[in-house]
């Protein structure tokens, strides 16, 4: 059972081009989400999903863009990437309600 | 405003010393609690969770937490700490106004156990 696995594992990207980060569950879940990782700030919430065809802004949306087609997959988009999106990027899923989310392995993005 | 605080950020511990991490609160009304751990270059891992029901709250790897309702508090503690602890620690708090059951986690905390 894979759980949440991210694609790709590492990125440099320059800035202005685009990217579109892919993730995907295995385990039927009704909710993702992205999140971004920086030093010293924790985990901040980009967006969210509630089901499929859904999408929704989290902290911290500027510069991104999500797509939930399908159940399973969630992608997140840069359309031009900026210098301080530079950060790791955590997608999770869950069932909701009571019962905890699950993480993938991240991606590591630099952008120069 | 609605925000989760962990006191420290940086910890170093010799191995068997005893571990408490801090972590505050701001939301009202009903919350779930959560830690997570992450070790070096994985993802988060949940150590564990709070929902109702008894406040001391027993979770993988010997950890422990209390919930103190009256402090908005979930402080996470370990007896006896060995080298394999060594990673960072994430309280989350989900309340009743997250939309779609989304966490809110603290900056972290460092944990460093020294042999």
């Known amino acids: 059972n894979a759980g949440v696995t991210q694609t790709p594992k590492f990125r440099v990207l320059k800035t202005g081009q685009s990217m579109t980060l892919l993730c995907a569950q295995d385990?039927?879940?009704?909710?993702m989400y992205w999140y971004r990782q920086d030093p010293g700030m924790g985990l901040r919430l980009i967006h969210y999903s509630v089901g499929e065809g859904t999408t929704a802004k989290g902290e911290v949306p500027d510069g991104y863009n999500v797509s939930r087609l399908k159940k399973q997959n969630f992608l997140l988009g840069l359309e031009s990437a900026a210098p301080s999106q530079t950060s790791v990027y955590f997608c999770a899923s869950g069932e909701g309600g009571l019962q905890p989310q699950h993480f993938g392995d991240g991606t590591r993005l630099s952008i120069l | 405003a609605q925000s989760v605080s962990q006191h420290n950020h940086h910890v170093i511990l010799s191995e068997a010393a005893s571990l408490e991490l801090g972590c505050n609160y701001s939301y009202g009304g009903t919350v779930n609690l959560f830690w997570y751990v992450q070790y070096p270059g994985q993802h988060l891992q949940l150590l564990l969770k709070y929902f109702s029901g008894d406040p001391l709250v027993k979770g993988i790897k010997g950890f422990e937490a209390e919930f103190i309702k009256s402090k908005f508090s979930f402080n996470l503690r370990k007896p006896s700490v060995q080298w394999s602890d060594t990673a960072e620690y994430f309280c989350?708090?989900?309340?009743?106004?997250?939309?779609?059951?989304?966490?809110?986690f603290g900056k972290g905390t460092s944990l460093l156990v020294t042999p």
């Open positions: 385990m039927n879940h009704e909710y």
């Open positions: 989350a708090v989900r309340s009743n106004s997250n939309s779609g059951y989304a966490l809110n």
